[in-house]
């Protein structure tokens, strides 16, 4: 499968067109807007969230509740675009207006994509970066995974993501809930998060950072349970599951690492104390007494859960500025100050479902076929007694 996404953050709308989506998958608009409703909430974010109510609009690909294998185009509706016609329609203006234009901005944020992209596009106004380096564009990423999630869904895989850190504060979770378990939990949560305790301290940091004009970051940890061995290869760089989702991760606005199992701390033990070691029974098969690598091998999974952490860094925009440089004047400025969010960790971590999620079903498909469900459940079946004879 392969999508690719349109819109700006104060446009109309947010397009996605995905192709390769397998025909007879049952997929209602309730499925996608469930998960657009959940990247919504999470303590921390700013007014924007109280303006916009994401709901799909299937256009194409999907009649009568189930995928024709015809590419599926979906599209998400910005209500803020009412306040910002005048500024962002598709339609000429003079030198004159533009320059008047009060919502111009000419004074990059430190940590955003402003002056990087002004400078290799061209754009004296820097909002054409903004536009689309905005993370609203997630919104129908999050539309892709909730498609992805159904394909999973279907043969038996699973996902959940919750917030292990924020601001420098742990949610303590040692392993041991179920997949529903950890959604149900994450669900009540305010940063959905598996820790109560945690959860107070993490929103009071949130408040602080926000009473002080800054912001802060943390991490997140998406679990998938169900996967078979083998979804990726060993035998070419762009073949390696593992590292096409660490490329996923990194590719959501603001994170900058990834980590699968027990990760970096793997630098600091022995290889006795990080390999998991194989078992086998004439039940399950093959299987693992441990899982440090975080289900992955060579590139492959190893059939236990998938284990993955990304760190996202504090949000860009800050309520009291960074020095910047106007870049009219070239005078030192205080950056632009935009509306902003003070912590979108939690909104984040639905994100990262979303974008594993997309990795996970794209090699599923690859090695199971990607015509028809039906098709696919017999291949995925005769897979499975094949793997547990092996
Ligand atoms: C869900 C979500 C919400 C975000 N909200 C904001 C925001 O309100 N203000 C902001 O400056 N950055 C926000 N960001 C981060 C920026 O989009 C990001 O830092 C920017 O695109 C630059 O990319 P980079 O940080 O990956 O280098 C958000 C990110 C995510 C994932
Ligand atoms: C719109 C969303 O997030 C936006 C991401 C974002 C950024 O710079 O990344 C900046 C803010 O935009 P605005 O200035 O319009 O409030 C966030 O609200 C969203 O998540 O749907």
């Known amino acids: ?48 969230m109280q303006i916009e109510k994401d709901r799909v609009q299937i256009l194409s690909g999907v009649r009568h509740g189930k995928t024709t294998g015809a590419p599926v185009a979906l599209v998400v509706e910005n209500k803020d675009w009412t306040h910002w016609k005048n500024y962002m329609g598709a339609e000429p203006v003079t030198e004159e207006q533009e320059k008047n234009m009060k919502r111009t901005i000419s004074r990059p944020r430190p940590g955003h994509a402003d002056l990087n992209g002004a400078i290799k596009y061209g754009h004296r106004d820097m909002r054409n970066v903004l536009e689309r380096s905005s993370a609203r564009e997630t919104t129908v990423r999050v539309a892709v995974g909730a498609v992805a999630k159904k394909i999973l869904s279907e043969f038996g895989m699973e996902v959940a993501g919750h917030v292990r850190m924020i601001g420098g504060i742990e949610s303590d979770y040692e392993g041991g809930l179920s997949i529903k378990q950890i959604q149900e939990q994450t669900e009540a949560s305010q940063v959905r998060c598996l820790d109560k305790g945690a959860e107070e301290r993490m929103m009071k940091a949130i408040d602080d950072a926000k009473e002080n004009g800054d912001s802060i970051g943390g991490i997140v940890e998406v679990i998938v349970e169900g996967t078979p061995v083998g979804l990726g290869s060993h035998v070419h760089y762009d073949r390696k599951l593992d590292s096409r989702i660490a490329g996923a991760i990194v590719s959501i606005n603001a994170f900058k690492g990834v980590e699968f199992g027990i990760g970096f701390k793997a630098a600091e033990i ?36 998938i284990v993955v952490k990304g760190v996202m860094k504090p949000i860009p925009t800050l309520y009291k500025p960074l020095q910047s440089v106007d870049i009219e004047t070239k005078e030192p400025f205080a950056a632009s100050i935009e509306r902003s969010d003070s912590c979108a960790v939690p909104a984040a971590s639905v994100v990262a479902e979303s974008v594993v999620s997309w990795e996970v079903a794209c090699a599923f498909l690859e090695k199971f076929g990607n015509d028809r469900i039906e098709e696919i459940k017999e291949n995925y079946e005769r897979y499975q007694e094949y793997a547990k004879r092996f």
Not at 10 to 26: K, R
Not at 278 to 288: A, F, H, K, V
């Open 1 to 48: 499968m392969r999508y690719l996404t349109a819109g700006e953050s104060h446009g109309p709308q947010l397009t996605t067109i995905i192709e390769g989506v397998p025909a007879g998958l049952e997929l209602l608009a309730e499925d996608i807007d469930k998960e657009l409703a959940r990247r919504q909430k999470g303590y921390g974010r700013g007014r924007r």
């Open 270 to 305: 022995p290889g006795s104390k990080v390999h998991d070691e194989i078992i086998w029974s004439e039940t399950e098969g093959y299987s693992r007494r441990t899982n440090n690598l975080g289900g992955f091998e060579g590139g492959m999974t190893t059939g236990m859960p």
